[in-house]
């Protein structure tokens, strides 16, 4: 099992910034491929951004590339959001997950996903 704990969420005016951190414990070895997602009300769970932890590929959602950058701490535990420019839309609850296997790359559904953290609140007002 893989425990992921988020925290670094909060509310911030439109070109605000913000940095989520993910911390993972557990069997982490397991954790080939991790990922933030987000929900809204009303919406379904969005796959942000993807980090491949065997080659530390990253990839990411075109609603937020340019403005977010995922990263994992050397010590490969801690998994990383920064989030720059932000704006209304990328108000919601932010998950981090982890999934078995490869390949990471392209890996946006979260049903293909195999632990999650409870979540962290991100509201952007204008």
């Known amino acids: 099992q893989v425990q992921l704990a988020e925290s670094g969420g909060g509310s911030v005016q439109t070109g605000g910034s913000l940095r989520l951190s993910c911390v993972a414990s557990g069997d982490t070895y397991r954790a080939d491929c991790m990922a933030w997602f987000r929900q809204s009300p009303g919406r379904p769970r969005e796959g942000v951004a993807l980090?491949?932890?065997?080659?530390?590929?990253?990839y990411y959602n075109d609603r937020v590339k340019g403005r977010f950058t995922i990263s994992q701490d050397s010590g490969k535990n801690t998994l990383f959001l920064q989030m720059n420019s932000l704006k209304p839309g990328d108000t919601a609850v932010y998950y981090c997950?982890?999934?078995?296997?490869?390949?990471?790359?392209?890996?946006?559904?979260?049903?293909?996903?195999?632990?999650w953290g409870q979540g962290t609140q991100v509201t952007v007002s204008s």
């Open positions: 997950a982890a999934a078995q296997g490869q390949p990471c790359r392209g890996r946006w559904s979260a049903g293909r996903y195999d632990y």
């Open positions: 980090f491949d932890t065997d080659t530390a590929s990253t």
